[in-house]
């Protein structure tokens, strides 16, 4: 219905009433068509997740702790999918809004994900059989599916969905990854509000300079958030394996590059690489956090279950002992 819809005031216009639903058919005909392509790219990505989760969960235990859950946090606006004995309806009748209270335990449980959405991130080689952005998305509902079960909660970074707390959660987390039709320019996580002594984990491929992802990184490691950067790259991106005449396109600008020989730019290739990865080393050792490396033609299992144990063993809280960046699969 219309903002402007009549409430009352006499019977309606017949013309008024067929404008509008021809005004009406248009929206719902893209709604229709979003839904359409959201359920084609849902469920296999969905099913892979579960996979994954499933095959890891046999080999890990839980990682819920117990807490205090009573020293006051935040309010925060209702957000559809609360429950509604959990708004705080002292603060609430304060203003026209509803408020949510938040306990700083419950906060701190919360697992802040960031999967990166920018064009690089789209990128497949003929040697891998999946892009970044779809490995990062399978890792990021797979991992939300093994700490939801656990009793945690999972939020996105930057999105005002709730935190998912069960399989309708879940859903919703993927539909916020799965609606993002186009790439966005950004390739650095966002500045969003996280709780102290939290945790977050970022999905990415990590190309953008050093210095400006240390930059953005470093407000959540000042507030004591506990961190785990994931570098995802295509295997073609790793080796640089092709030969002879080849065109290199730019993903995120349109500079070209036309050598006549590829291999003959390997061994460079490989040592920009690695300078550039031992700068995302040092900066998850200043910043006390995790980073690994993961291929997309490597099984997805094996980081999920690098990562999971890294959350397992992380303790929450002033005085977190360093973590350590380290190579993953």
């Not at 999905?203 to 490691?221: E, G, H, M, R, T």
């Not at 040592?271 to 033609?297: K, N, P, S």
């Amino acid at each position: 219905m219309s903002e402007d819809a009549p409430l009352s005031g006499g019977p309606k216009s017949p013309r008024a009433e067929k404008a509008r639903s021809t005004q009406a058919a248009p929206a719902r005909a893209g709604l229709r068509a979003q839904a359409e392509r959201l359920a084609e790219a849902l469920p296999p990505l969905l099913v892979e997740a579960e996979r994954v989760a499933n095959t890891v969960a046999q080999g890990v235990h839980g990682r819920r702790r117990s807490g205090a859950g009573e020293s006051f946090w935040q309010y925060r606006r209702y957000r559809a999918g609360d429950a509604a004995q959990r708004i705080d309806w002292r603060q609430s009748g304060k203003s026209s809004k509803l408020y949510v209270r938040e306990t700083e335990w419950e906060a701190a449980e919360t697992l802040w994900l960031w999967r990166d959405a920018s064009a690089s991130m789209d990128y497949r080689s003929s040697f891998a059989q999946i892009s970044k952005k779809d490995r990062a998305t399978v890792l990021g509902l797979a991992l939300a599916n093994l700490l939801v079960r656990g009793g945690e909660r999972v939020a996105a970074l930057g999105s005002d969905i709730p935190p998912a707390t069960n399989r309708m959660g879940l859903r919703r987390l993927a539909h916020h990854y799965l609606s993002e039709e186009e790439s966005l320019p950004e390739s650095l996580p966002p500045g969003a509000h996280v709780p102290p002594y939290a945790a977050m984990v970022f999905l990415s491929d990590f190309l953008s300079p050093p210095d400006a992802l240390a930059k953005a990184l470093q407000p959540y490691a000042h507030r004591g958030i506990g961190g785990h950067m994931v570098q995802i790259i295509d295997p073609a991106e790793a080796d640089l394996p092709f030969e002879g005449r080849t065109e290199f396109v730019g993903v995120e600008d349109p500079r070209r590059l036309l050598v006549g020989k590829a291999e003959s730019l390997r061994s460079a290739y490989h040592r920009r690489l690695e300078e550039h990865q031992d700068a995302l080393r040092q900066i998850a050792r200043r910043l006390g956090w995790h980073f690994t490396v993961h291929r997309t033609d490597r099984p997805a299992e094996t980081c999920l279950l690098s990562l999971y144990g890294q959350l397992a063993g992380m303790n929450r809280g002033p005085g977190r002992g360093t973590a350590a960046a380290r190579q993953g699969g």
